[in-house]
Nanobody, 124 residues
Framework: QVQLVESGGGLVQAGASLRLSCKVS????????MGWFRQAPGKERQFVAA????????LYADSVKGRFTISRDNAGNTLFLQMNNLRPADTAVYYC?????????????????WGQGTHVTVSP
């Protein structure tokens, strides 16, 4: 069973940076598609970034492009989301996700495993 555990959230001021981490364990082969999503109160879960762990290709939501970077450590055990120049609109619970399959996906339904989420709050 794949387990994903996020960390690194917190309360920051606009313009600050945060680095989220997602520890991956269980039944992955290192080739699973990985992604980050977020969900603000009263809103649907929203795509943030995705990584093709085979090719290294990345994909970003327009709202975070140029500010956020998705990456993974060489061992393939930890997924990161570097968030720079944070805005109040980035306030949400951030979720790490993994697919059973390789590739790159932006849809919630393409992911099979989810972490418990980590809170990010950006004050004006």
């Amino acid at each position: 069973q794949v387990q994903l555990v996020e960390s690194g959230g917190g309360l920051v001021q606009a313009g600050a940076s945060l680095r989220l981490s997602c520890k991956v364990s269980g039944g992955t082969n290192g080739r699973n598609a990985m992604g980050w999503f977020r969900q603000a109160p009263g809103k649907e879960r929203q795509f943030v970034a995705a990584l093709n762990t085979v090719s290294g290709e990345t994909l970003y939501a327009d709202s975070v492009k140029g500010r956020f970077t998705i990456s993974r450590d060489n061992a393939g055990n930890t997924l990161f989301l570097q968030m720079n120049n944070l805005r109040p609109a980035d306030t949400a619970v951030y979720y790490c996700a993994a697919s059973r399959y390789s590739g790159i996906y932006f849809q919630v339904r393409s992911y099979n495993y989810w972490g418990q989420g980590t809170h990010v709050t950006v004050s004006p």
